[in-house]
């Protein structure tokens, strides 16, 4: 579709509201809504909005030493018309997600779905084709007048009980996402009390970010109207299961569609690409901590033993380790479990692609499989005798493995990657200064 035709679906849909949006470094959604009398120069210039937006942390703070400030002047958000759904929750309402162009008409250096779309075409130049899907989890809560957040405490994982309690909400949701032309593979009820997991089906990266993304407005819309907060929040609570976002990344042979990561069975599960591509991944899977799990509330989820992964290792249907081999047939494909639905999904995807085809290059070695062990309760003694790294613990020390990776910092160059180091740094600063009720709790009476 192109922007003629999206001015025509928009008027066989009948809209009259169009939000558009972008996301920003924190993989927020942020939109315009536009009256019809605009629709016609939304789709052909864009819309404005202040480049100093993208500096600018969770908690609505400009960071001081960011590049784009209160005088660097705006950019415009691009309608794109392969990413438009009519809203079926909001009367008469399409939501149509945007590319960052510059005031000339030029692509803006600081757009995230771009720096994604230059990944791609690294390999499609060597005839290969990716696909993508994400498994997100997130959990649901009430919120008390007290302002307090409880779990919604729907059964045991995969139960039908947990299924019951919330039926409405999600064949609700199931039936947005259906109706908005987005195939949702499954939902279904999680670990823990109040958590849930949904899969789309995988597509290309860009198309597989944009669907993760409108999924996450659905889910969340839809569950305040049932008095409900989807949260995709990593670790909510200390007791309770913390919510992941998995991705499965394939490789296809662009002339036969074969997939180029099928190997020849358990002993050898990977093709000489896909061992590669996966050793990539886990030579950067520090840096990679730092975009795909980019708060300090991520590495409270990252813990051994916990059902997220915590050590650089890979093995066949191993949900204990950090990249797990899925499928070994066919389908075979790559399993990065290590982010979570705080990162934004192009910087997310972007690395990842960057860190895989970087294996490719240097025919990277993923190493010896771990295919029955939990390496998450290994010893200290046991890990070391594997030669098992661990993931960054904690968030400084991802961005500086992020910052100090000259593959990744490429592939999110030339601003992109250091603007975003300074969104995050300037919110660890907050945290860091922020002093919180564990604190009194301990300190303030024996002290």
Known sequence: MDKQGLLQRLADDGIEHLWVTYHDYNGRACAKTLPKSKFESAVEDGVVFARANLNFGVHDHNAPDGLWQAQTGDFLALPDPEAYWKLPYHENTAIVLSDMMTEGGDSFAGCPR?????????????????????????????????????????????TVAGLNQFADLLHEIVAALEAMGLQVEQLGKEYGPSQFEFTLRYDNPLAAADRYLISKEVTRALALRHGLIASYMPKPFTDLAGNGLHVHLALWDSATGDNLMTGGGLD??????????????MTRAPGICGVGAPTVN???????????????????????????VPDINQRCRVEYRGGDNTCNPYFFLTALLAAGLDGIDTRADPGAPFHEDDVGHFSEEERLGHGIDYLPRTLPVALDALENDEVL?????????????KVKRLELDAYNLTVHEWERQMYLEVT
């Open 268 to 281: 050898n599960p990977l093709s000489g690409t896909g061992g590669q591509f996966m050793g990539g991944l």
């Open 114 to 158: 771009q720096s994604l779309r230059q990944t791609v075409a690294r390999y499609a130049a060597r005839a290969m084709n990716v696909t993508a899907g994400l498994e997100a989890e997130f959990s649901l809560f009430r919120k008390t007048t007290a302002g307090e957040y409880t779990p919604s405490r729907a059964g045991g994982m995969f």
């Open 298 to 324: 991520s590495y409270k989820r990252l813990q051994p033993a916990s059902w997220a992964p915590a050590h650089i290792a890979w093995g066949v249907g191993n949900r204990g380790v950090l990249l797990r």
């Open 409 to 421: 910092m490429s592939a999110l160059a030339p601003v992109i990657g250091k603007e975003f180091l």
